[in-house]
């Protein structure tokens, strides 16, 4: 099954896939040698590199892991730089939010 994404995503998972490759190659490190480095196949590094969006989380976490930059993730989605957030008091926000019922009849 193909992971429909929308054109802007798409675009940002490239971007980020071509960021992946080239980080390798300035390391010289083969498609393989990443493989082993995050205990995934080749496959999985060219589907990371490709931008696939069908490509789980935690094998980015791990390219994050291997190229020692694992810290990047504290910089995704910082709630102190998010402006909704920041316009928000956080007192005012709900503890959960439940899904809406459908009263369709």
């Known amino acids: 099954?193909?992971?429909?994404?929308?054109?802007?995503?798409?675009?940002?998972?490239?971007?980020?896939?071509?960021?992946?490759?080239?980080?390798?190659?300035?390391?010289?490190w083969s498609?393989?040698?990443?493989?082993?480095?995050?205990?995934?196949?080749?496959?999985?590094?060219?589907?990371?590199?490709?931008?696939?969006p069908?490509?789980?989380?935690?094998?980015?976490v791990s390219v994050l892991s291997a190229f020692g930059e694992l810290d990047q993730l504290n910089t995704l989605l910082d709630t102190r730089r998010d402006a909704v957030c920041l316009l928000l008091q956080d007192g005012e926000l709900p503890g959960r939010i439940r899904a809406r019922s459908s009263n369709v009849r």
């Not at 498609?31 to 696939?52: P, Y």
């Not at 069908?54 to 980015?60: T, Y």
């Open 31 to 52: 498609q393989k040698d990443m493989a082993e480095q995050i205990g995934a196949s080749v496959s999985t590094v060219r589907r990371l590199e490709a931008g696939d």
């Open 54 to 60: 069908g490509i789980a989380l935690q094998h980015l």
């Open 1 to 28: 099954m193909t992971k429909q994404v929308s054109p802007s995503s798409a675009r940002a998972l490239k971007r980020l896939g071509f960021h992946i490759s080239l980080s390798r190659r300035r390391r010289r």
